[in-house]
Protein backbone atom coordinates (compact mmCIF):
# COMPACT_ATOMS: atom_id res chain seq x y z
CA UNK A 1 0.00 0.00 0.00
CA UNK A 2 3.01 2.51 0.69
CA UNK A 3 4.39 1.43 -2.75
CA UNK A 4 1.00 2.03 -3.98
CA UNK A 5 0.45 5.54 -2.22
CA UNK A 6 3.86 6.36 -3.65
CA UNK A 7 3.03 5.58 -7.39
CA UNK A 8 -0.25 7.32 -6.75
CA UNK A 9 1.80 10.80 -5.42
CA UNK A 10 4.15 10.64 -8.50
CA UNK A 11 1.64 10.04 -10.90
CA UNK A 12 -0.89 13.36 -9.37
CA UNK A 13 2.67 15.27 -9.30
CA UNK A 14 3.43 14.37 -12.81
CA UNK A 15 -0.99 14.99 -13.96
CA UNK A 16 0.08 18.57 -11.64
CA UNK A 17 2.64 20.11 -13.34
CA UNK A 18 1.28 18.67 -16.81
CA UNK A 19 -1.47 21.05 -15.65
CA UNK A 20 0.38 23.86 -15.01
CA UNK A 21 2.47 24.07 -18.07
CA UNK A 22 -0.52 23.39 -19.87
CA UNK A 23 -1.76 26.61 -17.94
CA UNK A 24 1.14 28.89 -19.12
CA UNK A 25 1.06 27.62 -22.74
CA UNK A 26 -1.88 29.65 -23.99
CA UNK A 27 0.64 33.09 -24.97
CA UNK A 28 1.49 31.78 -28.40
CA UNK A 29 1.93 35.41 -30.19
CA UNK A 30 2.25 37.46 -26.77
CA UNK A 31 4.51 40.16 -26.81
CA UNK A 32 3.10 42.20 -23.70
CA UNK A 33 6.32 43.78 -22.93
CA UNK A 34 6.77 44.95 -26.89
CA UNK A 35 9.26 47.69 -27.42
CA UNK A 36 9.25 50.14 -30.93
CA UNK A 37 12.41 51.90 -31.70
CA UNK A 38 10.36 54.10 -33.89
CA UNK A 39 8.55 55.48 -30.91
CA UNK A 40 9.96 57.55 -27.80
CA UNK A 41 8.01 56.83 -24.40
CA UNK A 42 8.14 59.69 -21.83
CA UNK A 43 6.68 59.39 -18.09
CA UNK A 44 4.49 61.56 -17.35
CA UNK A 45 1.78 62.57 -14.45
CA UNK A 46 -1.27 64.77 -14.36
CA UNK A 47 -3.99 66.22 -12.23
CA UNK A 48 -7.73 64.76 -12.37
CA UNK A 49 -10.87 67.25 -11.55
CA UNK A 50 -10.07 66.33 -7.82
CA UNK A 51 -6.35 67.06 -7.93
CA UNK A 52 -5.17 63.88 -6.99
CA UNK A 53 -2.66 62.94 -9.80
CA UNK A 54 -2.48 59.99 -12.04
CA UNK A 55 0.85 58.41 -13.16
CA UNK A 56 1.27 57.65 -16.99
CA UNK A 57 3.17 56.83 -19.87
CA UNK A 58 3.22 59.29 -23.15
CA UNK A 59 4.40 57.46 -26.40
CA UNK A 60 5.18 60.05 -29.21
CA UNK A 61 6.07 58.62 -32.58
CA UNK A 62 9.68 59.76 -33.93
CA UNK A 63 8.19 60.73 -37.20
CA UNK A 64 5.64 63.51 -36.27
CA UNK A 65 6.42 66.82 -36.09
CA UNK A 66 5.41 68.47 -32.99
CA UNK A 67 5.79 72.14 -34.43
CA UNK A 68 2.69 73.97 -32.80
CA UNK A 69 1.24 74.35 -36.52
CA UNK A 70 1.04 70.87 -37.07
CA UNK A 71 -1.76 68.92 -34.42
CA UNK A 72 -2.21 65.29 -34.19
CA UNK A 73 -4.58 63.11 -33.53
CA UNK A 74 -3.93 61.26 -29.95
CA UNK A 75 -5.56 58.20 -27.50
CA UNK A 76 -6.15 57.43 -24.51
CA UNK A 77 -5.34 53.78 -23.13
CA UNK A 78 -6.35 52.28 -19.76
CA UNK A 79 -5.32 48.86 -18.77
CA UNK A 80 -7.07 45.67 -17.53
CA UNK A 81 -9.30 46.00 -14.25
CA UNK A 82 -6.15 45.13 -11.71
CA UNK A 83 -3.35 45.84 -13.50
CA UNK A 84 -0.77 48.53 -14.82
CA UNK A 85 -0.02 50.56 -17.50
CA UNK A 86 3.14 48.05 -17.78
CA UNK A 87 0.11 45.00 -18.31
CA UNK A 88 -1.51 45.74 -21.99
CA UNK A 89 -1.96 49.54 -21.96
CA UNK A 90 1.40 49.99 -22.79
CA UNK A 91 1.42 47.59 -25.37
CA UNK A 92 -1.55 49.20 -27.31
CA UNK A 93 -0.32 52.80 -26.88
CA UNK A 94 3.30 51.57 -28.23
CA UNK A 95 1.81 49.72 -31.45
CA UNK A 96 -1.06 53.06 -31.86
CA UNK A 97 2.00 55.19 -31.51
CA UNK A 98 3.91 53.06 -34.32
CA UNK A 99 0.93 53.97 -36.62
CA UNK A 100 1.16 57.39 -36.26
CA UNK A 101 -1.66 58.49 -33.15
CA UNK A 102 0.05 59.75 -30.32
CA UNK A 103 -0.69 58.11 -27.16
CA UNK A 104 -1.17 57.91 -23.34
CA UNK A 105 -1.39 54.41 -21.15
CA UNK A 106 -2.62 55.48 -17.38
CA UNK A 107 -2.99 53.66 -13.92
CA UNK A 108 -5.99 54.10 -12.67
CA UNK A 109 -6.67 55.93 -9.58
CA UNK A 110 -5.00 53.49 -6.48
CA UNK A 111 -2.70 51.17 -8.78
CA UNK A 112 0.44 51.58 -10.07
CA UNK A 113 2.07 54.72 -9.78
CA UNK A 114 -1.25 56.86 -9.14
CA UNK A 115 -1.84 58.43 -5.88
CA UNK A 116 -4.78 57.00 -4.03
CA UNK A 117 -5.33 55.37 -0.62
CA UNK A 118 -6.40 52.28 0.51
CA UNK A 119 -3.77 51.39 -2.12
CA UNK A 120 -5.38 49.01 -4.68
CA UNK A 121 -8.74 50.38 -3.99
CA UNK A 122 -12.14 50.76 -6.09
CA UNK A 123 -13.65 53.65 -7.11
CA UNK A 124 -15.17 53.90 -10.50
CA UNK A 125 -16.21 57.86 -10.49
CA UNK A 126 -12.62 58.10 -10.08
CA UNK A 127 -11.34 55.48 -12.89
CA UNK A 128 -13.41 56.77 -15.25
CA UNK A 129 -12.08 60.53 -13.95
CA UNK A 130 -8.69 59.51 -14.73
CA UNK A 131 -9.78 59.80 -18.43
CA UNK A 132 -11.14 62.89 -18.05
CA UNK A 133 -7.59 63.53 -16.84
CA UNK A 134 -5.74 62.44 -19.48
CA UNK A 135 -7.97 64.48 -22.29
CA UNK A 136 -6.84 67.20 -20.29
CA UNK A 137 -3.86 66.64 -20.34
CA UNK A 138 -3.44 65.83 -23.83
CA UNK A 139 -5.67 69.20 -24.69
CA UNK A 140 -2.45 71.00 -23.22
CA UNK A 141 0.29 70.18 -25.47
CA UNK A 142 0.03 72.39 -28.56
CA UNK A 143 0.58 69.96 -31.44
CA UNK A 144 -2.29 67.89 -30.35
CA UNK A 145 -5.53 68.67 -32.02
CA UNK A 146 -8.22 68.86 -28.98
CA UNK A 147 -11.22 67.75 -31.25
CA UNK A 148 -9.02 64.66 -32.39
CA UNK A 149 -9.38 62.83 -29.14
CA UNK A 150 -10.13 59.22 -28.52
CA UNK A 151 -10.19 56.27 -25.84
CA UNK A 152 -9.32 52.53 -25.91
CA UNK A 153 -10.46 50.82 -22.71
CA UNK A 154 -9.17 47.24 -22.30
CA UNK A 155 -11.14 44.44 -19.82
CA UNK A 156 -12.53 46.60 -16.72
CA UNK A 157 -11.42 49.92 -18.41
CA UNK A 158 -13.38 49.35 -21.58
CA UNK A 159 -16.33 50.44 -18.84
CA UNK A 160 -14.57 52.68 -17.30
CA UNK A 161 -14.06 54.73 -20.61
CA UNK A 162 -17.87 54.15 -21.27
CA UNK A 163 -18.63 55.87 -17.77
CA UNK A 164 -16.39 58.56 -18.80
CA UNK A 165 -17.68 59.25 -22.65
CA UNK A 166 -21.13 59.72 -21.20
CA UNK A 167 -20.05 62.54 -19.62
CA UNK A 168 -16.82 63.92 -21.57
CA UNK A 169 -18.06 64.86 -25.19
CA UNK A 170 -14.31 65.90 -25.91
CA UNK A 171 -13.48 62.16 -26.06
CA UNK A 172 -14.52 62.13 -29.77
CA UNK A 173 -13.93 58.04 -30.46
CA UNK A 174 -14.13 55.18 -28.25
CA UNK A 175 -12.91 51.32 -28.83
CA UNK A 176 -13.42 48.50 -26.35
CA UNK A 177 -11.20 45.38 -26.48
CA UNK A 178 -12.34 41.98 -24.17
CA UNK A 179 -14.65 44.98 -22.08
CA UNK A 180 -15.76 43.83 -18.57
CA UNK A 181 -18.87 45.33 -16.87
CA UNK A 182 -17.51 44.91 -13.49
CA UNK A 183 -20.48 46.62 -12.29
CA UNK A 184 -22.84 43.40 -13.74
CA UNK A 185 -20.18 40.80 -12.70
CA UNK A 186 -19.76 42.01 -9.54
CA UNK A 187 -23.21 41.93 -8.47
CA UNK A 188 -24.76 39.07 -10.64
CA UNK A 189 -21.52 36.67 -11.65
CA UNK A 190 -20.69 35.89 -15.16
CA UNK A 191 -24.24 34.68 -17.25
CA UNK A 192 -25.73 35.61 -13.80
CA UNK A 193 -24.87 32.60 -12.12
CA UNK A 194 -24.50 34.70 -8.93
CA UNK A 195 -28.07 35.33 -6.73
CA UNK A 196 -29.32 38.11 -4.92
CA UNK A 197 -28.79 36.55 -1.72
CA UNK A 198 -24.98 35.82 -2.69
CA UNK A 199 -24.70 39.57 -3.29
CA UNK A 200 -26.60 40.46 0.24
CA UNK A 201 -23.99 38.24 2.30
CA UNK A 202 -20.82 40.17 0.28
CA UNK A 203 -22.21 43.64 0.65
CA UNK A 204 -22.78 42.73 4.09
CA UNK A 205 -19.38 41.21 4.75
CA UNK A 206 -17.15 44.28 3.58
CA UNK A 207 -19.15 46.27 5.58
CA UNK A 208 -18.34 44.47 8.92
CA UNK A 209 -14.78 44.56 7.45
CA UNK A 210 -15.10 48.08 7.75
CA UNK A 211 -15.20 48.10 11.69
CA UNK A 212 -12.89 45.13 11.97
CA UNK A 213 -9.99 46.87 9.77
CA UNK A 214 -10.76 50.21 12.12
CA UNK A 215 -9.70 48.24 14.82
CA UNK A 216 -6.59 47.20 13.38
CA UNK A 217 -7.24 43.87 11.99
CA UNK A 218 -5.78 43.34 8.33
CA UNK A 219 -6.85 44.44 5.50
CA UNK A 220 -8.87 41.85 3.63
CA UNK A 221 -8.57 41.05 -0.25
CA UNK A 222 -11.67 40.73 -2.09
CA UNK A 223 -11.37 38.06 -5.60
CA UNK A 224 -8.38 38.24 -7.51
CA UNK A 225 -6.27 36.70 -10.29
CA UNK A 226 -4.96 33.21 -8.35
CA UNK A 227 -1.71 32.98 -7.52
CA UNK A 228 -1.70 29.30 -8.11
CA UNK A 229 -3.62 26.47 -9.62
CA UNK A 230 -4.65 23.31 -9.09
CA UNK A 231 -6.40 20.45 -10.99
CA UNK A 232 -9.62 21.84 -9.74
CA UNK A 233 -8.72 25.28 -11.51
CA UNK A 234 -11.21 26.34 -13.59
CA UNK A 235 -10.56 27.27 -17.30
CA UNK A 236 -10.80 31.50 -16.50
CA UNK A 237 -8.23 31.18 -13.11
CA UNK A 238 -6.05 29.06 -15.51
CA UNK A 239 -6.85 31.91 -18.14
CA UNK A 240 -5.74 35.16 -16.10
CA UNK A 241 -3.18 32.84 -14.11
CA UNK A 242 -0.99 32.69 -17.39
CA UNK A 243 -1.01 36.72 -17.69
CA UNK A 244 -0.66 37.72 -13.97
CA UNK A 245 1.75 35.17 -12.49
CA UNK A 246 4.38 34.15 -15.65
CA UNK A 247 6.70 36.09 -17.24
CA UNK A 248 4.33 37.04 -20.42
CA UNK A 249 3.10 39.19 -18.12
CA UNK A 250 4.05 39.95 -14.69
CA UNK A 251 5.22 42.82 -13.58
CA UNK A 252 5.10 44.02 -10.11
CA UNK A 253 5.76 47.84 -9.38
CA UNK A 254 7.90 49.26 -6.55
CA UNK A 255 6.46 49.01 -3.40
CA UNK A 256 3.80 46.44 -4.31
CA UNK A 257 3.66 42.80 -2.56
CA UNK A 258 3.65 40.10 -5.08
CA UNK A 259 0.49 38.39 -3.61
CA UNK A 260 -1.93 41.68 -4.06
CA UNK A 261 -1.08 42.25 -7.37
CA UNK A 262 -4.73 42.17 -8.98
CA UNK A 263 -6.30 42.01 -5.70
CA UNK A 264 -8.69 44.80 -4.69
CA UNK A 265 -9.87 45.84 -1.07
CA UNK A 266 -12.79 43.79 -0.24
CA UNK A 267 -14.03 46.85 1.99
CA UNK A 268 -13.98 48.91 -1.37
CA UNK A 269 -15.04 46.07 -3.85
CA UNK A 270 -18.45 46.69 -3.10
CA UNK A 271 -18.38 50.29 -4.39
CA UNK A 272 -18.95 47.83 -8.04
CA UNK A 273 -21.90 47.11 -6.88
CA UNK A 274 -23.68 51.01 -8.13
CA UNK A 275 -21.74 51.09 -10.89
CA UNK A 276 -24.13 50.64 -14.46
CA UNK A 277 -21.44 51.68 -17.31
CA UNK A 278 -24.30 50.90 -19.79
CA UNK A 279 -27.19 52.83 -18.00
CA UNK A 280 -27.29 55.89 -21.09
CA UNK A 281 -25.05 54.73 -23.05
CA UNK A 282 -26.83 55.48 -26.05
CA UNK A 283 -26.09 58.88 -25.32
CA UNK A 284 -22.44 58.40 -26.40
CA UNK A 285 -23.98 58.75 -30.23
CA UNK A 286 -22.94 60.40 -32.43
CA UNK A 287 -19.94 59.48 -31.66
CA UNK A 288 -18.68 55.84 -33.01
CA UNK A 289 -17.73 52.97 -30.67
CA UNK A 290 -15.87 49.87 -31.49
CA UNK A 291 -16.55 46.95 -29.53
CA UNK A 292 -13.66 44.26 -29.65
CA UNK A 293 -14.26 40.83 -28.31
CA UNK A 294 -13.24 37.07 -28.88
CA UNK A 295 -15.81 34.55 -30.23
CA UNK A 296 -14.21 32.23 -27.21
CA UNK A 297 -14.31 34.82 -24.75
CA UNK A 298 -15.93 34.44 -21.47
CA UNK A 299 -16.33 37.83 -21.02
CA UNK A 300 -18.56 38.53 -24.54
CA UNK A 301 -21.72 38.74 -23.15
CA UNK A 302 -20.38 42.71 -21.65
CA UNK A 303 -19.46 43.29 -25.60
CA UNK A 304 -22.72 42.09 -26.81
CA UNK A 305 -24.91 43.76 -23.98
CA UNK A 306 -23.21 47.22 -24.96
CA UNK A 307 -23.05 47.05 -28.11
CA UNK A 308 -26.96 46.19 -28.07
CA UNK A 309 -27.59 48.86 -26.18
CA UNK A 310 -25.37 51.41 -27.78
CA UNK A 311 -26.80 53.87 -30.48
CA UNK A 312 -25.18 54.07 -33.84
CA UNK A 313 -22.91 54.24 -35.20
CA UNK A 314 -21.46 51.44 -33.69
CA UNK A 315 -19.79 47.88 -34.68
CA UNK A 316 -19.30 44.57 -32.51
CA UNK A 317 -15.72 43.23 -34.00
CA UNK A 318 -15.17 39.33 -33.36
CA UNK A 319 -11.73 37.41 -33.19
CA UNK A 320 -12.48 34.08 -34.44
CA UNK A 321 -10.40 32.02 -31.96
CA UNK A 322 -9.84 33.89 -29.12
CA UNK A 323 -10.24 34.11 -25.64
CA UNK A 324 -10.59 37.11 -22.83
CA UNK A 325 -6.80 37.29 -22.57
CA UNK A 326 -5.83 36.78 -25.38
CA UNK A 327 -7.02 40.16 -26.51
CA UNK A 328 -3.99 41.70 -23.58
CA UNK A 329 -0.99 40.99 -25.30
CA UNK A 330 -1.54 38.38 -28.22
CA UNK A 331 -0.30 40.45 -31.36
CA UNK A 332 -1.21 38.31 -33.90
CA UNK A 333 -5.26 38.10 -32.56
CA UNK A 334 -5.34 42.16 -31.41
CA UNK A 335 -6.56 43.58 -34.73
CA UNK A 336 -4.64 46.86 -34.68
CA UNK A 337 -5.11 47.31 -38.43
CA UNK A 338 -8.57 47.75 -37.33
CA UNK A 339 -8.13 50.09 -34.32
CA UNK A 340 -6.00 52.30 -37.12
CA UNK A 341 -8.92 52.49 -39.44
CA UNK A 342 -11.31 52.99 -36.73
CA UNK A 343 -9.53 55.76 -34.95
CA UNK A 344 -8.23 56.83 -38.56
CA UNK A 345 -11.51 57.52 -40.12
CA UNK A 346 -13.47 59.07 -36.96
CA UNK A 347 -10.42 61.49 -35.40
CA UNK A 348 -8.97 62.10 -39.19
CA UNK A 349 -5.40 61.60 -40.45
CA UNK A 350 -2.20 61.96 -38.93
Same mark, same amino acid.
Given at each position: ??????????????????????????????????? *?????????????????????????????????? *????????????? /????????????????????????????????????????????? /?? +?? *????????????????? !?? +??? $??????????????????? +?? /???????????????????? *?????????????????????????????????? !????????????????????????????????????????????????????????????????????????????? +????????????? $????????????????????????????????
Amino acid at each position: MKLFNSRLAAVNSILLNATLAAAQNMSFGANNFYH *SDNVTLWPITFKTLYQTEVAGNLFIPDSIDRNAN *STHSALVIGHPMG /AIKEQSANLYATKMAEQGFITVSLDLPFWGGSEGKPRNGVSPDLY /AE +AY *SGAVDFLGTLEFIDRSR !IG +AIG $ICGSGGFVISAAKLDPRIS +AI /ATASMYDMGTVNRQGLRNAQ *SVDARKEIIATAAYQRWAELEGAPTEWAIGTPLQ !ITNSSSAVDREFFDFYRTSRGLFTPAGAMPNTTTHRTLTSNTKFMNFYPFNDIETISPRPMLFITGDQAHSREFSEN +AYRLAAEPKELFW $IPGAGHVDLYDRIDLIPFSKLVHFFRTNLGGN
